[in-house]
């Protein structure tokens, strides 16, 4: 039996693994649905049909299962695309934000998980972590556009993809509505822009 392994030691194809994605699968559901308050570990054992038992034990808390959907959104998200200049990097970036922000369940769960993170601090820590995965993935794009010469030396590159997706998630937060790809366009020029001029040397 493995179904008690903790997230992260799953065995592909194993019980385990089946157990582990349905669980998660209705948890997105949940979320998008209904929200962060509305997420409920015996509701999900019942929607993803495995024990109440199993979902305690191997999660424990919501906030537990949010941080284990969060850390498998970051393992399953596209890798980056790398075009050879800087400002086609960060419009790849740009696009991938907003087609994931328009999705009708990805969108909906980002903004609960969002919203959970300001008074959940478990929540918040495993935001944290899943933007971190996903600047570390995407700042070698910007590190070998200093080495092409394309923005100067010293440059942080993690800073410069925060700046293309953060004004993305501000209008999806402010304006209630997934950026458009006009939107998506001007964050990827006006990050490449600062960038050049260098606003985010070290």
Do not use: H
């Amino acid at each position: 039996m493995d179904e008690d392994a903790g997230p992260g030691t799953v065995r592909p194809g194993g019980r385990t693994a089946r157990v582990r994605a349905s669980v998660l699968q209705a948890a997105g559901d949940v979320l998008a649905e209904r929200g962060f308050a509305q997420l409920d570990l015996a509701d999900v054992a019942r929607l993803a049909g495995v024990g109440k038992t199993t979902v305690y034990r191997r999660w424990g808390t919501v906030a537990g299962l949010v941080a284990d959907l969060l850390a498998e959104m970051a393992e399953e998200s596209v890798p980056r695309t790398e075009t050879g200049s800087l400002l086609g990097d960060l419009r790849a970036n740009a696009d991938l934000v907003r087609r994931t922000l328009g999705d009708p369940r990805q969108g909906a769960l980002f903004q609960a998980v969002i919203a959970a993170a300001t008074y959940d601090e478990r929540t918040a820590q495993a935001l944290r972590r899943f933007y971190d995965a996903r600047i570390a993935e995407w700042a070698p794009c910007v590190a070998r556009a200093v080495d092409r010469g394309e923005a100067p030396a010293g440059t942080d590159p993690a800073e410069v993809i925060r700046a293309v997706s953060a004004p993305l998630y501000y209008g999806l937060l402010t304006a209630g509505k997934p950026p458009d790809e006009a939107t998506a366009e001007r964050a990827a020029r006006a990050a490449t822009a600062a960038a050049r001029a260098g606003v985010f040397v070290r």
